[in-house]
């Protein structure tokens, strides 16, 4: 159920007031509740009631330094002002992860001073993993400023996945991670230090290089040997990410907002005129049925990177990956032919990861079930709009057909506790069922309401941490429907309903 309506909004607004209330069904108590709500509008008020600090200025920036082992240079600029309840010794940050993104020279200022971060107490470790405590050499106090300054390097690391790729001829940085986030006091109550109205990002490569990032673009300048692209971002805009390479553009001949542009290391050898319609086409059904997208996104961008690997099993073979208003696709992809089936369905797979894992984003417990089984969903929802309930059924039957071969190579985890580090053949059966999981819901619920309640999540829960709870909630709003059993026998227990296999058998 939802959460009561909270100062006239509707039961859906109300989620993002009280969205951690769902994390647990002990949460959707009266009683946690109105903590929850509580506290919400303690965060709310001009007055403070907790230890807490604002980010009244913000600059990012990315430099390309090419080489045979390129690096990015990363620097953030901060003016931090204390307008909390106490003064306060230190401040916390989370920085990029060494495994994830080659962190390397971390350097830290605060006040034009050199300052070394170190680990949190041993008690608060386990809880806060990867947080940095940065000490300040004399108490910040109330209304008192901090010029905080951190930059480092990322390298090529040894556990890349998507929100880093990196080589010499082209970079990407993704949605989130590469960039270090400032934490609140340790203190109950104290509020997120949130973005300033206007955060500048500036980006330096070598020339020839094309550039993409979020916000306005508002200046490009020559500065010797590089060009710096500078970016305006608004404080409800999401987090920046930075796409950027020595390209050859080849655009659609639409020329509108949904024109797609091919940048690739290579001119294109094939006409993409019947590629870009299919893309488009996938872009606009994506719309309609899960929202609009960033309006400063001009044209669907699909984007050669030498250095993308799968996502899942980490190979080298054909590959795709999300950023915003487009697609990564490495050079095994643009081998299948950009005509090709199969090189359209990972575009159209990493177009809908816009949606559904840019807009929001799923927690580690749910990375598999809502991180790939909302877009492989989204993908069916595409093709049925395209070629009928004929091209829906049969996407179902494939995904029947793949979950029952891959359960005779391992045992299953249920879907509401598989994992993104489960073993190959263990994800493989969750990668199936996750979507089929959307196609009962739609069969149980109807098709309008369960997209109508994911519209209206990703539209409200914009750049949050979405669960199955507030998927639960949402789509419980919208079609009248008590859904805790059916999530239950779904997520919790092995194997595909009899009822499901009974719909779709006569089609098998």
Known sequence: MFPPSLNGNSPVESLILFRTAFQTRAA???????????????????????????ISKESREIQFVSAESPELKIRGNFTLVNYGTTDLKFIDIVPPVEKTFGLKNLHVQVNGHDVTPAALPAELQYSRPNTLRIPLDSVWEQKQQRELMI??????????????????????????????ILQPPDRTLSPFPTRPDKTTVAIRVQPGFLVLSRGARKSKKNT?????????????DLAPFAVSGKYVETASSRGDSNSVIFWTLEPLKEDPGASAEWISSAWDI???????????????HVVESPELRNQMTGEAGPAAASFPGGALVNPAALALGIKSDEFLDKVTHALAHNWFGGQIYSPPFAALGLGEGLPDYATIVIDEARKGEAARTQRVVNLLHAFDEDSTKA??????????SDSPEQRAISLAKAPLFFIAL?????????????????????GQ???????????????????????????????????????????N
């Not at 959707?28 to 604002?54: E, L, M």
């Not at 040894?158 to 989130?176: C, E, H, M, N, V």
């Not at 045992?411 to 993104?420: D, N, Q, R, S």
Request: with cysteine.
């Open 442 to 462: 739609e069969d149980h619920c109807g098709e309008e309401p369960v997209r109508k309640a994911l519209k209206r999540v990703v539209t409200l829960l914009r």
């Open 224 to 236: 010797g040997n590089e060009i710096e692209y500078r970016y305006l971002l608004r404080e409800k």
């Open 286 to 300: 994506l719309q309609k049925d899960f929202g609009p997208l960033d309006k400063d996104i001009r044209g669907i």
């Open 465 to 507: 941490e979405v669960g199955y709870n507030e998927i639960r909630s949402a789509i419980e709003e919208s079609s009248g429907k008590d859904l805790a059993e059916f999530f239950r026998v779904w997520l919790y227990e092995k194997g595909i309903p009899k009822e499901f296999r009974a719909k779709y058998g006569s089609a």
């Open 151 to 180: 930059e480092y390097v990322l390298s090529t690391p040894d556990d890349s996945g998507t929100q880093i790729t990196l080589g010499p001829k082209a970079f990407s940085l993704g949605y989130r991670g590469w960039f270090p």
């Open 28 to 54: 959707t108590t009266v009683t946690s509740v109105a903590t929850i709500a509580v506290a919400i509008c303690a965060c709310a008020c001009t007055v403070p009631i907790a230890p807490g600090y604002r």
């Open 411 to 420: 045992v299953e985890i249920p879907l509401g506790v598989a994992k993104v």
